[in-house]
């Protein structure tokens, strides 16, 4: 029996429903539980949808929402890679990209190659969108861990220079005025720790 379009499209959805399942470090800002990365990518549109005037150029808002709505669908195979996690980025990579391949494989063409294309323009970082996207996609956690008074940053010593270099090159390049107001945010955060 050959695969329609629909019925692909329909297992690409039932597939994705894992990303309800996959707990990221970050917790809710209520500190109740961790946000899940499909909590986390939803959340992330909505922060596109509201804060794309902060962008370092014009954008293409829905195209920013597309991309964050896919850009951890890999954490589906991988899991979710924290940037404090001492993980080896080449190998990550690595594993992301084969999981990309096989979860956008499953959907008709050129379907899954026009969405294989825009998460991989998110991991590229180069155009203006996939730069903001890539710029909310640190701005969020950061802002989780000052509103939750170090959340995950506590709990695994990162240090003043780590979250600088970490976060700040990203937020910049994506959204300065966010920088901004994350540098203050991170400068009275570690003056109190």
Not at 153 to 179: C, D, F, H, K
Request: glycine share 6%; hydrophobic share 40%; charged share 25%.
């Amino acid at each position: 029996m050959q695969s329609t379009a629909l019925v692909r499209q329909l297992r690409f959805l039932k597939e994705i429903d894992q990303l309800k399942s996959i707990v990221r470090q970050s917790p809710l800002l209520d500190g109740s539980r961790r946000e899940n990365s499909a909590e986390h990518s939803w959340h992330l549109a909505i922060y596109a949808l509201l804060l794309h005037e902060y962008a370092v150029g014009p954008v293409d808002t829905n195209r920013v929402i597309r991309m964050l709505l896919l850009h951890d669908i890999v954490e589906i195979d991988v899991g979710d890679m924290p940037i404090h996690g001492g993980h080896a980025q080449e190998e990550q990579t690595k594993r992301e990209h084969k999981a990309a391949l096989r979860l956008f494989g499953l959907l008709p063409q050129p379907q899954g190659a026009e969405l294989l294309a825009l998460w991989q323009e998110f991991e590229d970082a180069e155009t203006e969108d996939a730069r903001f996207a890539k710029a909310l996609d640190r701005f969020q956690p950061l802002l989780v861990n000052v509103v939750t008074g170090g959340g995950t940053w506590t709990e695994n010593g990162v240090s003043l220079e780590q979250v600088m270099s970490r976060y700040g090159p990203a937020i910049e390049r994506g959204a300065p005025a966010l920088w901004a107001e994350c540098r203050q945010w991170v400068a009275d955060h570690f003056s109190r720790s």
